[in-house]
């Protein structure tokens, strides 16, 4: 299955913002976390991002992009915005498909199991005449992951265990929909299986300068921890930002870190 993943807007188009947050760096941390779980997972199993980092994009180019790959299908991760009492999530297929179509089945398929994970207002299956739904020549679904708009909502979107579950989600129902087959042997995950890529967003001889790290790396959405290192018989203590099994995967997210502002980021393998 051939899976051509959009995290919505990027670079000059921020997309909705709220509560302290841009949309184009929800549905990119949304974004990153399907492919890891994808890719990690399931076999037979091609992803190609739109964008994996902080940059300006057409709607044109991504859809003459999955166009011309040939994908399987069309994802596009968005969040909502509105008055302050709106909330909840919904999904959208192109408005001139029939209930009957691919693209229906799969969004049903795929909106179940998101609904299963995210703990939002279920708002329903709807239909829209987006650009990315109305110019792909293969199934679309563009999903809105709840209103940035509502404190509520937005208080979910800063945790990354709800961005994690928001793409387990979305990986359960397109497993369903493509019948993915699970890795017999899946793909290490953490540091002592196999080889592995570690992210570290600074290292200090100060616990409490880590932790401050650790804080303000979690107030930008990203997981992180303090793990301690002994270095020529030192104790130095780091901000830990992730372990891949995929050094691509590390270095794509060591660029959205350091433009996010974190400088100090390398991966220990």
């Known amino acids: 299955m051939k899976l051509y993943l959009d995290p919505g807007h990027g670079g000059r188009d921020p997309g909705a913002k709220g509560n302290g947050l841009s949309e184009k760096d929800i549905t990119l941390d949304i974004a990153l976390r399907l492919r890891e779980i994808l890719l990690n997972d399931y076999e037979k199993v091609e992803v190609k991002l739109s964008r994996t980092s902080d940059i300006t994009k057409s709607l044109l180019t991504r859809s003459n992009e999955a166009n011309a790959w040939g994908a399987d299908f069309y994802l596009s991760i968005h969040m909502n915005a509105a008055d302050r009492s709106a909330c909840g999530y919904e999904d959208f297929i192109y408005s001139g498909l029939s209930n009957s179509s691919k693209a229906a089945k799969f969004q049903k398929m795929i909106h179940d199991e998101v609904i299963k994970m995210n703990g939002l207002k279920d708002r329903g299956l709807k239909k829209a005449n987006f650009h990315v739904l109305r110019e792909t020549t293969m199934p679309a679904l563009l999903t809105e992951n709840g209103f940035i708009s509502n404190s509520q909502d ?85 901000a830990q930002v992730g372990v891949y099994s995929n050094r691509k995967n590390a270095e794509q997210q060591m660029a959205h870190l350091k433009k996010s502002g974190f400088k100090d980021v390398f991966i220990i393998t």
């Not at 592995?196 to 997981?223: C, E, P, T, W």
């Open 154 to 238: 937005a208080a979910l979107m800063k945790q990354p265990s709800w961005r994690q579950n928001v793409a387990k989600g979305h990986a359960n129902g397109l497993a369903i929909a493509f019948q993915l087959q699970r890795n017999s042997s899946p793909v290490p995950t953490i540091p002592n299986l196999g080889t592995s890529y570690k992210i570290i967003a600074g290292s200090f001889r100060s616990l409490n300068n880590a932790k401050s790290r650790v804080a303000d790396l979690q107030a930008k959405g990203f997981d992180a921890l303090v793990e301690t290192a002994n270095i020529s018989g030192d104790t130095w203590y780091r």
